[in-house]
């Protein structure tokens, strides 16, 4: 299973999500998204276990089955898309949600999360 981690669950793992970590252990890939680092990076700087918090991170992108999943061109299509679609639906989401939904689908990934908001895109796979 190919998954990409949203901020909230990212968050789990580092306060010890025991459960998540064997799960993300049974995954071929696990991707997590540009958007995704820089919120976590901001909870890192306001937080007071940054160094602990960084040095966490730092041995999970060390892992070979983890990667940063950067945005391109194709990305602003999936972005625009998305954000058409639940403009029209009246159901916004946060734009940096928006972003990670969209690297999600390009890359045709499910996303781990516990934002209900993912709901109201249903072509996006969560678990």
């Given at each position: 299973?190919?998954?990409?981690?949203?901020?909230?669950?990212?968050?789990?793992?580092?306060?010890?999500?025991?459960?998540?970590?064997?799960?993300?252990?049974?995954?071929?890939?696990?991707?997590?998204?540009?958007?995704?680092?820089?919120?976590?990076?901001a909870r890192?700087?306001?937080?007071?276990?940054?160094?602990?918090?960084?040095?966490?991170?730092?041995?999970?992108l060390a892992?070979?089955?983890?990667?940063?999943?950067?945005?391109?061109?194709?990305?602003?299509?999936?972005?625009?898309?998305?954000?058409?679609?639940?403009?029209?639906?009246?159901?916004?989401?946060?734009?940096?949600?928006?972003?990670?939904?969209?690297?999600?689908?390009?890359?045709d990934l499910?996303?781990?999360?516990?934002?209900?908001?993912?709901?109201?895109?249903?072509?996006?796979?969560?678990?």
């Amino acid at each position: 299973m190919r998954v990409a981690l949203d901020t909230n669950r990212l968050t789990d793992l580092f306060q010890g999500d025991s459960g998540l970590a064997k799960q993300l252990e049974l995954c071929d890939e696990v991707c997590i998204p540009l958007f995704v680092l820089g919120e976590i990076k901001a909870r890192f700087y306001g937080g007071a276990q940054r160094p602990r918090n960084e040095i966490l991170l730092e041995k999970l992108l060390a892992k070979p089955t983890v990667r940063v999943l950067m945005p391109r061109r194709q990305t602003a299509e999936y972005y625009g898309r998305i954000f058409v679609q639940l403009k029209q639906a009246g159901t916004p989401v946060p734009h940096n949600d928006l972003w990670i939904a969209a690297l999600v689908l390009e890359h045709d990934l499910t996303l781990i999360t516990r934002d209900r908001h993912f709901q109201r895109i249903p072509q996006l796979l969560r678990a």
